[in-house]
C-alpha cells in the first residue's frame, strides 16, 4: 500500500470512530479535527484548522489549557482528563503528549468521549445515596441512614407512578402507613385522600359491610344506604392494613375486587364498577398462612405484585440516633418544651435497647423522656424503665458489665457490642456521612465499610 493511500486509511478510520479526536503540533496549532470533534464543539473543521488550540476552548480557560499543553510537553504530565458539559451533554476530554520513538514532542492530542449517561448515572446513584431520610424519596417523616433501607426507597420510586397493587410487608411499628402514604402521594391519584382501612380493627360481622358497603334494609338497622371503603377510594387508593386479619369470607370478595374493578353491596346485585389502586400491608407469615389454608392462595399473588419489605429497627440500628433526633425535636417543639438533644450518657442505652416495637417503640420511648425532661437533654432517668434495666432482647446490657456470680460472658462479643455502638454513634454524628465517621474513629473507610458489612450479617 502507498504512502498515500495508508494515510487515507488512517484519516477513514479517525473519521469513522465515536470519539472526538483533535491533534496539535508542537506550536500549539490545530492541525487535525475529525466529523465527531466538530460536531461535538459545533464547528466547521475548515474554520480552525491552522489555528490555535485555544480556539477550541472557551477564553476563560485559556491559562489553564496553556500550562496543561506545557505539562504534557514537559514529561511533567502523561495525560490529562476533564469533564466538560457541551449543550447538556457530558464529554470527557483526555489530552495526550505525543512523541516520537526518541522521545522528542511533536504535538498534543486530545480525544472527547461522550460520557453523559455515566454522568447521570453517577448523579442518580449520588441523589439516592443522599435519599436517606426521604424528601427526595417522598416519605416525609420516615429519617433513615442506613443501607438497608435503599431497597425501599428504590421501590417506592418504582412503584409510585404506576396502578400495579403493592404488598408492604414488616413487624409491627416499622412504618408500613408511612410507605403507602408515600407510594399515594406520589402518585397519579396523590391530589386525592388515600382511604385507610385496618382490617385488624373491624369485627368479622361488619368487615363486609365497611369494606363493599350496603344497600337499605340489606339487614336489621340498615335504614339508609351505605357507601364501603372501596367505593369512597374511587379514583384513589385504598390502603388495607393488617390484611391477613381478613376473614376468608371477605378474602373472596376481595379477590373479585381485584379480578372484575366491582363491588356488590350487601343487600343488593348491582355491580358497582370502581377504579382503585390496592396497597395493602400486613406484619403476618402470608406464606406459611396460605399453607395452612388461613389465606387464600389466590388473593396472596393477586396482592403481591410489588413486594415491599421493611427491615425492623434491629437490622438498621444505625437508625437509631437519628430517629431519636427527630422525634426530640417533633415533640419539644408540639410540648413547647427546651430540650434540644440527647445527653451523652442517653445514647448508649437507646443503641443498646432490643425495640421489638421497632420504631414505633422508640417514637413512644422519646416522647415520654421528652415530657418528663426538666433539662435541654434527654437524661437516662427521663427513658422508659425498659431502656434502662437489662436490654429486652436477651443481649448484653449497657457497657461497663457487672459479673454475677457464676456468671460466665463472651469477651468478643461484649468486644463487638461495644465496638457496633461506637460505630452507630459516629455515624449519627457525622450525619451518616461514612468518610467522616471513618476520620472520627480513626480508621480507614475500607475498614467502616467492611464492619458496616459485618453488623449487617450478624
Given amino acids: 500500500m502507498s504512502q498515500n493511500n495508508l494515510l487515507e486509511t488512517y484519516q477513514s478510520i479517525l473519521e469513522s470512530i465515536g470519539e472526538g479526536i483533535i491533534f496539535a503540533d508542537q506550536q500549539d496549532r490545530l492541525t487535525y479535527i475529525n466529523q465527531t470533534a466538530a460536531?461535538?464543539?459545533?464547528?466547521?473543521?475548515?474554520?480552525?484548522?491552522?489555528?490555535?488550540i485555544h480556539a477550541v476552548h472557551s477564553p476563560k480557560s485559556s491559562e489553564r489549557i496553556s500550562n496543561l499543553l506545557q505539562s504534557l510537553r514537559d514529561g511533567i504530565l502523561t495525560q490529562s482528563r476533564r469533564v466538560i458539559e457541551v449543550r447538556g451533554r457530558y464529554f470527557e476530554n483526555t489530552y495526550y503528549p505525543v512523541r516520537q520513538p526518541n522521545g522528542a514532542y511533536i504535538g498534543t492530542l486530545l480525544v472527547s468521549r461522550d460520557v453523559t449517561e455515566k454522568e447521570q448515572l453517577q448523579a442518580e446513584n449520588q441523589s439516592l445515596k443522599q435519599c436517606t431520610g426521604s424528601r427526595c424519596c417522598g416519605l416525609e417523616g420516615f429519617v433513615s441512614i442506613s443501607p438497608a433501607m435503599l431497597p425501599v426507597f428504590q421501590l417506592v420510586g418504582a412503584a409510585s407512578p404506576i396502578d400495579s397493587t403493592v404488598l408492604i410487608t414488616g413487624e409491627s411499628g416499622t412504618g408500613k402507613?408511612?410507605?403507602?402514604?408515600?407510594?399515594?402521594?406520589?402518585s397519579k391519584r396523590g391530589n386525592r385522600q388515600m382511604i385507610a382501612v385496618n382490617c385488624a380493627a373491624l369485627p368479622e360481622n361488619l368487615v363486609e359491610s365497611e369494606l363493599f358497603g350496603y344497600d337499605r334494609g340489606a339487614f336489621t338497622g340498615a335504614a339508609s344506604s351505605h357507601r364501603g371503603k372501596f367505593e369512597q377510594a374511587?379514583?384513589?387508593?385504598?390502603?388495607?392494613?393488617?390484611?391477613a386479619d381478613l376473614p376468608l369470607s371477605a378474602q373472596a370478595k376481595l379477590l373479585r375486587v381485584l379480578q372484575e374493578k366491582t363491588v356488590i353491596r350487601l343487600g343488593s346485585e348491582k355491580q358497582i364498577k370502581i377504579n382503585v389502586?390496592?396497597?395493602?400491608?400486613?406484619?403476618?407469615?402470608?406464606?406459611?398462612?396460605?399453607?395452612?389454608?388461613?389465606?387464600?392462595?389466590?388473593?396472596?399473588?393477586?396482592?403481591?405484585?410489588?413486594?415491599?419489605?421493611?427491615?425492623?429497627?434491629?437490622?438498621?440500628r444505625e437508625d437509631i440516633l437519628p430517629l431519636s433526633d427527630f422525634f426530640v425535636s417533633k415533640f419539644a417543639a408540639s410540648m413547647d418544651k427546651k430540650v434540644q438533644g440527647i445527653c451523652e450518657g442517653t445514647r448508649s442505652l437507646l443503641l443498646a435497647h432490643g425495640y421489638?416495637?421497632?420504631v414505633r417503640e422508640l417514637e413512644n420511648a422519646i416522647e415520654h423522656a421528652v415530657a418528663l425532661s426538666q433539662g435541654d437533654c434527654i437524661a437516662p432517668q427521663d427513658l422508659p424503665d425498659s431502656f434502662v434495666a437489662a436490654r429486652s432482647d436477651g443481649q448484653q446490657p449497657v457497657f461497663p458489665h457487672h459479673f454475677a456470680d457464676g456468671e460466665t460472658i463472651s469477651l468478643s462479643r461484649t468486644r463487638g457490642d461495644y465496638e457496633r455502638q461506637v460505630i452507630l454513634d459516629a455515624l449519627s454524628r457525622t450525619g451518616g456521612r461514612k468518610a467522616e465517621a471513618a476520620k472520627l474513629l480513626n480508621i480507614s473507610r475500607k475498614t467502616l465499610w467492611e464492619k458496616l458489612k459485618q453488623m449487617q450479617e450478624t
Fill in 234 to 243: 374511587d379514583g384513589s387508593t385504598i390502603f388495607l392494613d393488617e390484611v
Fill in 39 to 52: 460536531t461535538i464543539r459545533g464547528i466547521k473543521t475548515e474554520n480552525f484548522i491552522g489555528r490555535s
Fill in 177 to 186: 402507613e408511612l410507605v403507602a402514604s408515600a407510594i399515594h402521594r406520589n
Fill in 277 to 316: 389502586r390496592i396497597i395493602a400491608a400486613t406484619n403476618r407469615d402470608l406464606p406459611s398462612m396460605v399453607a395452612s389454608g388461613s389465606f387464600r392462595e389466590d388473593l396472596f399473588y393477586r396482592l403481591n405484585v410489588i413486594s415491599i419489605r421493611i427491615p425492623p429497627l434491629r437490622e438498621r
Fill in 356 to 358: 421489638p416495637g421497632n
